[in-house]
């Protein structure tokens, strides 16, 4: 009996886990992707204006929508980054990192001076930002996929297990776009001057959510036995190439 209870405790302890890391992993790609929808939303409505205001109108926004383009660009090295480290440190710290990297730089952007204020140096802060952005987004999507799955012990139901972070795909463009059409209800016509910013202010909000609820996880199982059995490699990611 004490050895078919205490079984039956860690099998409810493991559900317990599994079920809060599912939900840190879509809760944390959710707000990942409102930060990074929420950049591209605002670009076609303000960052011409407001960072190339004397650019042709056509110029402008292919010049708005180049430092949107950097976001990609960004992303398979924050893959490779946070990939490499997920393998060295866990994968609970590097989701963390992604998204303090993430919220950190969306957060910024709220606060990045116009070129009336500071001039060209608007759209190079603007594009740094960016770039971060990309890298944080880049070591989300993998990383949440595999806390998710390696915190799943059926074969069976890793499939949908697995599937929930990729709800925060269009969660994250939902969120961005209600937030910038309710602050522009708010805001009307002060949005172009400074109601686009508060979307990335508030930010910090959905950060910290994010943050408690990952920062309340353990290690998955499985990366704690490679760390336990001294099985972790030192150079995970040349590993890859070198075996593909």
Known sequence: MPIAKNFSESESQDR???????????????????????????????????????????????????????????????????????????????????????GIATVLVGFVPTYAQIGIWGAILLTVLRFIQGIGVGGEWGGSVLLAMEWSKSHRSRGFITSWPQFGVPAGLFLANLAVIGFNFVSGDKFFEWGWRVPFILSAVLIAVGLWIRLGILETPVFARLAADNRLERAPVPEVIKQQ
């Open 16 to 102: 317990a886990m599994l079920l809060r890391a599912v939900i840190a992993s879509t809760v944390g790609t959710s707000i990942e992707w409102y930060d990074f929808f929420l950049y591209s939303t605002v670009t076609g409505l303000v960052f011409a204006k407001a960072f190339f205001p004397n650019s042709d109108p056509l110029v402008g926004t292919l010049q708005a929508f180049l430092i949107y383009a950097v976001g990609f660009a960004a992303r398979p090295v924050g893959a490779a980054i946070f990939g490499h480290y997920g393998d060295r440190i866990g994968r609970k710290a590097a989701l963390v990192a992604t998204l303090l990297l993430m």
